[in-house]
C-alpha cells in the first residue's frame, strides 16, 4: 500500500500554524482595526484581490494533484472507483467536505489548467473574484477540445483585465456571448434537445409543504413570472405576506380560476377580492426586450480569414416575435470593437427579461429591430430598440442592430441575442423568434447618418423614446458597481442633475448625460452623498466611462463590459442636441416670501457639479487617465 502523502502523527505539517498566529504585517495585512472608514474600505478591496490569490493557490495544488494522482492512469482507469475518485476522495477528507464538492473543486483546477489559462492568471492577480471564476469555468464547458478554445480563453482575459467593475450576470453575458458566436450550430442542437426535455414537475417539502416546478423557453417563463407578479402586487400595503407568498397564492388562484385577495381583513380594502382571470386577461403588457443585430436573421455566415485577434464580431440580425416557445431575437457581433475588450461575443440562450407596457394579448411578441447603414468604410452598424405602448398585453420587445462586416475566425459566425436581464440567446434562437407572424421588429433609426431626436418635442426633460430605447440598450444592467437589476425594469437617470429652471446649466438629457439605474441606486445617488459621473471615453469615440464616488472619496470605475461590447453597431447612433431651454418656465410672483438661495436638493446638486468640474481639472492638469488595467480597484 502506498504511503504517499502519510505522515507521522503530530509531525509538522503545511498549514498547521493557525492564521491568527502568523505575521499578518509579512502578509501586508493591517496591524489594526482601529482604521478610519477609509482604511476599512481600503483592506476590505485588498483582501477581496488576496481572496483571488488564495483561490488561485488552492486550485493550483489541488491541479498539481489532479497531474499527480490521475493523469498517469486516466486513460486506461477502468475501476468504479478509479484514480480521480480517489484523488477528490483525499481532497474530501482532508478539507471535511462532501466528494462531489471535492470533485467540483477538482473539475474546476483541471478546467482552469488546460482550458482556461489565461482566465486563470487574472485569478491569481486579483482582477477577478472567485465567485465570477465558477460562473466561467461553468459557462465555458462547451469549448473544451474545440479548435477556439484558446482564443476564447484570450478574449475572456483581455475582457476581464478591462478598467471598470463586473457583476455576476456581465460575467456570465461576457462567456455566453463568445461560446455562442462561435459555436451556432451547437447552440442549436442544444436547444432543440431542452426544448424536448422541457417537463413539469411536483416534488413533496417537509412540514406538509411542496414544490411545484416547469421547464420551458425562457419567453415563456418570463410572461408567466409577470403575470403571476401582477396579480401579486394587488394587495395593499397593510398584506401580511412575504412577496414570495403572494406569489405563490397567485399561482394557485390563476390555475385554479379562483378569486385574490388581500389578507389584511379591513373593510376599506379595496383588494378583498381580486378576480384572478380578470387580472390576467387584462396586465399590462409584458415585453421581453430583446436586443439584436439586424444580420442575425440570414443566419451564420463564413468568417473572414484575418484579423483573428481584434475585437470584432460580425453580423446581425432581426428580432420576431414571441408566442409560447418563441425565444427573444439575437444579435450578432461586428467590426471594430474596442481592441481592449474581448473579440468574440455571444451569450447564453434561455434567458429573458419582461417589462411591462400596454394592451391586450399574453403571447405576442413585439421587437424592435435598429438599422444604421455604415459609412466609408465599411461596416453598417446598428443597434436594437424597444417597443414602447401604454395598453396591457403579454408581448415581447426586442431591439435589432445592424452592421456588415464579418469578423475574422475559421468557421461560421452567427450572430447572438440578449434578452434583458437574463443574458444572451443564440441566432438560432432569434430566428425562431422572427419566423413568428406576430413579431414587431422596430429598427432604432432610420439606416441614414440623420440624427435621431433626444427629447420629447414638448419637454426637454424627458428622453425621445429613441433615447430611451438606446440607453436601456447600451447599458443593459444599471450602471451602479456589481448591480444585476435590468436596465429596462429601472430608470433612466440624469447624470448631472437636471435643472429645469436654467436647462443650459447642465444635466441635459443627451445619450452621455443619461444612465440607466434600478430604482434603489437612483434613491441612493439622489438623496445620499454618493456622486456618479459619465463622460465620453477619449480612446473610444461613441463609449463612455463611469465612475462611482462613495462619500469618503474612494471612486469606483463603473461596468467594463456594456451593450457596446454585445453590439458595437451602437457606437453609429448618434442623436441630435436637446432643445436649450425649457419653455414651461416656473412664474415667478410679483412679492415672493423670504426663501433660502437655493432649495436644499438644488444645493446639494450645485455642490456635486462643482466636485465634477474640480475632479476633472485636477485630472486634467495631472495628465490623470482613467486607471489602467492593474490599477483598477479589484471588480468586486
Same mark, same amino acid.
Given at each position: ?8 502523527? !503530530? ?7 493557525? /492564521? ?71 481532497? #474530501? ?28 492568471? =487574472? ?34 482575459? #483581455? ?6 467593475? /463586473? +457583476? ?19 447552440? @442549436? ?9 422541457? =417537463?413539469?414537475?411536483?416534488? *413533496? ?12 423557453? *425562457?419567453?415563456?417563463? #418570463?410572461?408567466? *413570472? ?9 394587495? =395593499?400595503?397593510?398584506?401580511?405576506? +412575504? ?34 382571470? $380578470? ?5 399590462? @403588457? ?23 485577434? #481584434? ?34 461575443? !455571444?451569450?447564453?440562450?434561455?434567458? +429573458? ?38 395598453? $396591457? ?21 452567427? !450572430? ?89 446649466? !447642465?444635466?441635459?438629457?443627451?445619450? =452621455? ?5 434600478? @430604482? ?25 466611462? @463611469? ?90
Amino acid at each position: 500500500m502506498s504511503d504517499r502523502g502519510v505522515g507521522a502523527v !503530530g509531525a509538522a505539517q503545511v498549514g498547521e500554524v493557525p /492564521w491568527p498566529s502568523r505575521d499578518h504585517t509579512a502578509m501586508g495585512l493591517p496591524a489594526s482595526f482601529d482604521l478610519p472608514v477609509g482604511g476599512h474600505l481600503d483592506a476590505l478591496a485588498d483582501l477581496a484581490s488576496g481572496a483571488g490569490y488564495l483561490e488561485w493557490r488552492r486550485y493550483r495544488h489541488a491541479a498539481a494533484l489532479h497531474t499527480e494522482l490521475v493523469v498517469p492512469e486516466e486513460d486506461y482507469d477502468e475501476r468504479a472507483v478509479d484514480a480521480y475518485a480517489q484523488c477528490a476522495a483525499r481532497i #474530501a477528507t482532508v478539507l471535511s467536505v462532501s466528494q462531489y464538492v471535492a470533485e467540483r473543486l477538482l473539475d474546476n483546477a483541471v478546467a482552469l489548467r488546460d482550458r482556461l489559462p489565461r482566465v486563470f492568471e =487574472c485569478l491569481r492577480d486579483g482582477v477577478v473574484s472567485p465567485t465570477f471564476i465558477r460562473t466561467i469555468v461553468s459557462r465555458t464547458e462547451l469549448i473544451h477540445g474545440r479548435p477556439y478554445q484558446e482564443q476564447v480563453d484570450a478574449d475572456i482575459a #483581455a475582457a476581464l483585465r478591462k478598467p471598470g467593475s /463586473w +457583476s455576476t450576470a456581465r460575467v456570465r453575458d461576457l462567456c455566453d456571448q463568445m461560446v455562442y458566436r462561435r459555436d451556432p450550430d451547437a447552440v @442549436r442542437e442544444r436547444r432543440e434537445d431542452a426544448l424536448k426535455g422541457r =417537463c413539469f414537475f411536483t416534488e *413533496a417539502g417537509l412540514d406538509g409543504m411542496g414544490t411545484v416546478g416547469a421547464t420551458m423557453s *425562457a419567453e415563456r417563463a #418570463a410572461i408567466v *413570472a409577470r403575470v403571476v407578479e401582477r396579480l401579486a402586487a394587488q394587495v =395593499c400595503k397593510h398584506d401580511s405576506r +412575504s412577496k414570495g407568498a403572494r406569489a405563490s397564492d397567485a399561482l394557485f388562484a390563476l390555475v385554479k380560476h379562483a378569486p385574490f385577495g388581500c389578507d389584511c381583513a379591513r373593510a376599506d380594502c379595496a383588494f378583498a377580492v381580486v378576480d384572478a382571470d $380578470e387580472v390576467a386577461a387584462n396586465a399590462a @403588457r409584458i415585453v421581453i426586450h430583446v436586443v439584436t443585430d439586424t444580420t442575425t436573421l440570414t443566419g451564420p455566415v463564413p468568417a473572414a480569414a484575418n484579423d483573428t485577434t #481584434a475585437g470584432t464580431n460580425t453580423a446581425a440580425a432581426e428580432d420576431a416575435t414571441v408566442d409560447e416557445d418563441a425565444a427573444p431575437a439575437a444579435h450578432p457581433q461586428t467590426r471594430d470593437v474596442d481592441t481592449t475588450a474581448t473579440a468574440s461575443e !455571444g451569450f447564453s440562450a434561455e434567458e +429573458s427579461v419582461v417589462e411591462e407596457t400596454a394592451t391586450v394579448d399574453e403571447d405576442e411578441v413585439e421587437e424592435v429591430a435598429v438599422d444604421e447603414a455604415a459609412t466609408e468604410e465599411a461596416t453598417a452598424d446598428a443597434v436594437a430598440a424597444e417597443a414602447v405602448s401604454t395598453d $396591457e398585453i403579454a408581448a415581447l420587445e426586442a431591439v435589432a442592430v445592424d452592421e456588415s462586416a464579418a469578423h475574422a475566425e475559421p468557421e461560421l459566425v452567427d !450572430g447572438v441575442g440578449y434578452i434583458a436581464g437574463l443574458g444572451i440567446v443564440s441566432g438560432a434562437h432569434i430566428r425562431d423568434l422572427a419566423a413568428d407572424p406576430d413579431a414587431i421588429i422596430r429598427p432604432l433609426g432610420d439606416g441614414t447618418d440623420t440624427p435621431l431626436p433626444a427629447t420629447q418635442p414638448a419637454d426637454p426633460y424627458r428622453p425621445s423614446a429613441a433615447l430611451n430605447t438606446y440607453i436601456r440598450a447600451r447599458d443593459q444592467y444599471c450602471t451602479w458597481p456589481g448591480c444585476t437589476k435590468p436596465a429596462w425594469d429601472g430608470d433612466l437617470d440624469h447624470i448631472i442633475e437636471y435643472d429645469h429652471r436654467n436647462p443650459e446649466r !447642465g444635466g441635459q438629457t443627451t445619450a =452621455c448625460g443619461l444612465g440607466a439605474k434600478c @430604482r434603489f441606486h437612483h434613491l441612493l445617488k439622489t438623496f445620499g452623498d454618493f456622486v456618479d459621473d459619465q463622460y465620453p471615453d477619449p480612446d473610444h469615440p461613441g463609449r463612455i466611462i @463611469r465612475t462611482v464616488t462613495i462619500p469618503e472619496g474612494r471612486t469606483v470605475l463603473g461596468p467594463a463590459y456594456t451593450g457596446h461590447d454585445t453590439h458595437p453597431g451602437l457606437d453609429m447612433i448618434v442623436f441630435g442636441d436637446p432643445p436649450g431651454a425649457d419653455k414651461k418656465k416656473p412664474s415667478i410672483p410679483d412679492e415672493p416670501e423670504p426663501t433660502r438661495p437655493a432649495p436644499r436638493t438644488e444645493q446639494k446638486h450645485a455642490r456635486r457639479r462643482q466636485e465634477r468640474h474640480r475632479n476633472r481639472l485636477r485630472n486634467n492638469l495631472r495628465g490623470i487617465r482613467p486607471p489602467e488595467p492593474d490599477d483598477a480597484p479589484p471588480p468586486f
